[in-house]
């Protein structure tokens, strides 16, 4: 079982990447969605509170002011101010100046413009001075009352200059006017204790010329040149409308503010309140922050998570890969453990299993039947063959005897043909020897002549005998008969020469055979005749039968002549196959030939220089019919 | 001896055969008559009475088989001697006795042979 490699599937990353998109995107939406939303609702809140601060910090500039002014005139309203008692007024200036330390010089003037009281904090001239022509007494004198003449007190102190008519309360005519100046660092105070520099807030009150009248930010207010950054001025001074509120970008510094302002009614003043965005927008800073690091988390969350539900998830997928691929290389026995979950995948590799264990089945009958079909093929393949040996046996066969009986045709009437003059010259020969001898002296040398034409007679007729012997295709006449006695007659009529002797050597069983006698006569002096034709000097011909098994006796004609060389001895029974100088090449034809007619075979053994065998096997009659010849 | 010389009829369309058959059973004592076909052969047969007929066992008109049933129709008293140049098979041979023949002669034949043969057969014959 080799272990599979523990790769990590394009799935199990895809699983990861899934987790992340689907944990992730909803919360950046809503992230994204709060902190935007946050931030306009911030910004709305902010503006509306500043904008609310502005106008309330207008009132409060505005009554502190009228308030300032409300004290000077009840003070101008006194029965006692306005007897223009100076012993008077200047105890309750002086009382008025200790009350309020934002007085910073209180005068009295008397209806001819001549100073009666003057108070001051830092006024040290006590001198009175003549007012009948000043502006701001004609002014006070005409209207009643005024407020204005922002300045710069001792060239440092926002101040504003306030004046009130002193009324007779009987007659209800003016009889002077109360002039006072009184410091407005007081409002900076103000401004200073609402808007705390913790809260990055800046706020600062401005007249129509864009005076710096107040500024949270007391340093502010003490330097000569006080004043609202240009672009703030043009936007504050320019505006129509009583009230408003925004963000805008500075362009001295490119931070970007909420701004808010509100006009202090009937001064024409401006209360101005600004605060920077980044601090403004903190909270919904710490929002996106906070999304941050709620991201990061999450993120690391899912990786583990993610990773382990993968795990989980592309594992049996992994495990049944595995054995898929087992499965694929044909390895049914060791398929991994599908122990797996009761699910959708526990259910995929029960399938898994159900599969595999069919196609165990399946493929064990294919191989089966694959082995089957080889045996088969191979059986089918060995018949053929064998089939194809026997055809062109039989084609082989076929063409010998075709060729054998075309041969057997023309040998016949060859044979015929020639038997026809040698009878005729045998007849004459007859006639001439007769003649021959019927005289009283009869010529030696003729009748020797006579002798040899007569014996060449004979030799010719016997190779028309061989000739038509091996042609002739007359059926067997098979006898019964016992193979000794059949032997024993042979031998006895053949004309065995001295030089040679015939030794016999018979089976005891003396068997049963059914032959031709006519034949087997013929091959067997085939064979006794070559045996004598090879020992011209001496020699032993044995004629032997033997019962080499219960159906079978062998003849033997062997000799003791020079034997036959192997490669000849292969082609000996072959038709018209002779070594001889004369011979038709067909004696051992016909042996095999009559062996064959017989059911039996014949063999070949020889050692040259010692001899050759030659052995007829022919099968036994085994129960003979009784009285057998 | 002359005068019981017995008569052989030769039934042979080769002259030569026929001829020197002639002569030398002429040379054994006996006296020949030729004919050189089936048809002159019967007509010889019939008109000289032979104590023998020799005939080959093809003849240009007839086969040997019908001469010899012919001839053994007309006396049952004639030597009927087939000759023939090739093996005969079994059936031949059954064929052609039980038609009547006496003996079957195969070319080149010895003549002393056939001669002791027909003596032989003329004998069982009472001749």
Redesign the interface.
């Known amino acids: 079982m080799t272990e599979a490699p523990k790769k990590r599937g394009r799935l199990f990353y895809k699983f990861l990447l899934i987790f992340l998109i689907v944990s992730l995107v909803p919360l950046g939406i809503v992230g994204y969605y709060l902190v935007n939303l946050s931030q306009i609702t911030l910004n709305r809140a902010i503006s509306r509170d500043q904008e609310a601060l502005a106008v309330g910090f207008a009132d409060t500039v505005s009554s502190y002011i009228i308030n300032f002014r409300n004290v000077l005139f009840d003070a101008a309203h006194l029965e006692d101010f306005a007897s223009m008692n100076v012993a008077k007024q200047q105890a309750l200036v002086s009382h008025i100046m200790q009350l309020h330390p934002a007085f910073l010089e209180i005068s009295v003037i008397n209806a001819d413009g001549q100073e009666t009281v003057r108070l001051g904090r830092f006024v040290h001239d006590t001198k009175m001075r003549d007012l009948s022509n000043d502006a701001l007494f004609t002014k006070v004198m005409r209207a009643g009352e005024f407020v204005g003449g922002l300045e710069k007190y001792m060239g440092s102190y926002p101040a504003i200059t306030m004046g009130v008519q002193i009324v007779n309360p009987q007659t209800n005519q003016p009889v002077g006017a109360v002039l006072a100046k009184m410091s407005l660092t007081a409002l900076s105070s103000l401004l200073k204790t609402g808007f705390p520099e913790a809260t990055h807030t800046q706020a600062a009150v401005i007249d129509s010329s864009g005076f710096l009248i107040a500024h949270s930010n007391s340093k502010e207010i003490y330097k000569p040149d006080a004043k609202l950054p240009d672009d703030v001025l043009n936007v504050l001074l320019r505006n129509d409308a009583k009230t408003g509120s925004g963000e805008m970008i500075l362009e001295s510094t490119g931070e970007r503010v909420l701004a808010a302002f509100a006009e202090v009614t009937e001064l024409g003043w401006v209360v101005y309140i600004q605060r920077s965005v980044s601090v403004a927008y903190q909270a919904s800073d710490d929002m996106l922050k906070r999304t941050w690091r709620m991201m990061l988390i999450v993120t690391v969350f899912v990786l583990f998570l993610g990773y382990a539900v993968s795990l989980v998830i592309t594992q049996p997928i992994q495990a049944l890969r595995e054995a898929a691929i087992k499965l694929g290389e044909g390895d049914f026995d060791y398929l991994p453990d599908l122990s797996m979950p009761n699910d959708e995948i526990g259910e995929l590799a029960h399938t898994f299993m159900q599969m595999s264990e069919s196609l165990k089945v399946k493929t064990a009958e294919i191989m089966t039947a694959k082995d089957e079909l080889e045996r088969l093929n191979r059986s089918l393949e060995n018949r053929v063959e064998a089939r194809t040996r026997e055809l062109k046996s039989a084609q082989d066969e076929l063409i010998k005897k075709e060729r054998l009986a075309a041969i057997g045709q023309m040998a016949s009437v060859v044979g015929h043909e020639i038997r026809n003059p040698l009878a005729v010259i045998n007849n004459s020969i007859y006639f001439i020897k007769t003649k021959n001898n019927a005289v009283p002296a009869p010529d030696p040398k003729v009748a020797k002549h006579i002798s040899i034409i007569e014996s060449e007679i004979r030799q010719a007729n016997g190779i028309i005998d061989e000739i038509l012997g091996f042609a002739r295709t007359r059926e067997l006449n098979p006898k019964i008969m016992h193979i000794n006695s059949y032997l024993e007659d042979l031998t006895m009529s053949f004309p065995v020469p001295p030089h040679v002797e015939l030794v016999k050597s018979l089976a005891p069983e003396n068997p049963v055979v059914s032959i031709d006698p006519d034949e087997m006569a013929q091959a067997i002096r085939n064979l006794i005749k070559n045996g004598i034709e090879v020992m011209p000097e001496h020699g032993k011909v044995y004629v032997r039968s033997e019962v080499v098994d219960p159906g079978t006796v062998r003849v033997d004609v062997e000799d003791t002549g020079p034997g036959i060389p192997k490669e000849t001895l292969e082609k000996i029974f072959a038709p018209f196959f002779t070594t001889k100088a004369r011979g038709t090449g067909l004696g051992l034809a016909v042996v095999k030939k009559v062996a064959d007619r017989h059911k039996g075979r014949v063999e070949v053994t020889s050692v040259v220089g010692q001899g050759t065998c030659f052995r007829i096997f022919l099968p036994i009659v085994q129960n003979p019919p009784p009285a057998p010849r | 001896m002359a005068q019981q010389k017995h008569k052989i009829l030769i039934i042979d369309d ?1 002259n ?2 026929r001829e ?2 002639a ?2 059973l002429d ?1 054994e004592g006996y006296a020949t008559i030729e004919a050189g076909n089936a048809k002159s052969g019967i007509a010889s047969a019939k008109k000289h009475n032979p104590d023998v007929v020799i005939m080959d066992i093809q003849l240009p008109d007839s086969s040997g088989f019908q001469i010899c049933q012919e001839l053994r129709r007309h006396s049952r008293d004639w030597v009927l001697i087939m ?5 005969l ?3 031949e041979k059954t064929q052609g006795l039980s038609l009547g023949a006496d003996e079957y002669l ?6 002393q042979e056939l001669s002791i043969r027909i003596r032989q057969l003329l004998a069982r014959r009472g001749k």
């Open positions: 080769d030569h055969l020197s058959l002569e030398v040379l000759m023939t140049g090739r093996f098979s079994a059936e195969t070319k080149p034949f010895d003549i």
